[in-house]
Structure formats: structure tokens, C-alpha cells
């Protein structure tokens, strides 16, 4: 019986000595997932999630959609938090004529193919941090990465039930602004979730 006894608290104490495998959190800035993390938050579980954007511009001067009536369909695409969504109803909606969102769609890099133009508030996070992003992206040593322009840039957010136009989001000022989809001319950086 004794025998028993000691196995079982052999047992105990082997199986409680386990070292238990801590995760660091991730954080803003932190170069991850393809890109550099711009915001992160946990969710009820505990588990981190976030928001990634690509370390450099797909595209320095694109239109939101092509020229002529096929870059002025409504795509419906209202949200100005979920730009994943919105990019599924542009390209939906416009098919191959959906110039900066299908170039956010078919962005890969380090195996990440789930990049997408950003919603009006992803945008705005990036500007919001976007000192933190341009510091890293500056002192990387990396040719291939360049830091944000104090210029406007596309979201994927169109305006509600109107043909022309698509928001903007300014990298100098903040400002959140219209550009006509098929004329305006603005930088693409595409973003992605984990």
C-alpha cells in the first residue's frame, strides 16, 4: 500500500512541476504577423486579437475604382469598422474594377494572404500611431520598408448610397475626408487581423 501511495505522489509532483508555457503580450509596434501591430485588445477568453498594417504602401497614387460607370457602382460597403466586410462587398460589387481594394486583396507577404483596404476607423487607428509605426519602419535597416506619408490615403468606407465617392483619411491632419472613386487619386496600405 505504501508502494501505491509513493508512486502517486511521485505522480503529483512530477505532473504539478511542469513549467507552464507564458506567452508575451504582444504590443503596438511590434513587428508580427507580416506587418507591425497597430492595435491589440483581448477578448473575453483572454486571447489577444488585433489589428496589422503592411510595412510599406501598396501603391503610392491610385484610384479607389476605375474611371467611367463601372468604377461608380454602389457597392454598399457603408462600414466604417470592418473594412474585411467592406472589401467583400466591393469586390462583390465591382469585381476587377475595384482598383485599391482588389490591390489590397491580392497583397502576400510572409505567407499572410488576408490583407484588405481599411474601414475608416482602422485607417484612424493607423494614423493614431502611426509616430510609433514610422520609427520602426525608419530604423529597421529593411530597404523594402518605408514609413507612412503625410499624405491622404484610401479607406475602403464609401459613402452611403452615393456613386462618387469613397473616404479618405488624411496622415497629416487626421481628417477623415471624401475623394471621388474614379478621378482622386490617394496611397493604398493594406491592414489584416489576427
Known sequence: MKKV????????????CKKEVISKPHYIGEIFGGGIIVDVNRDSKGEEHGLIVSTSDLADSSLWSVTGSNGQKITNANSTTDGFTNCQSIKQAMAGYATACNTCLDYSTDQFDDWYLPATSELFKIYFQQDIINSVLSNDSNKITKPLAPQRYWT??????????????????GKIELGNKNYFYCRIRAVRRF
Open 5 to 16: 501511495f509513493y508512486l502517486i505522489a511521485i505522480f503529483a509532483v512530477t505532473t504539478s
Open 156 to 173: 475602403s468606407t464609401e459613402l452611403d448610397g452615393g456613386t462618387f465617392s469613397a473616404y479618405t483619411a488624411n496622415m497629416l491632419t
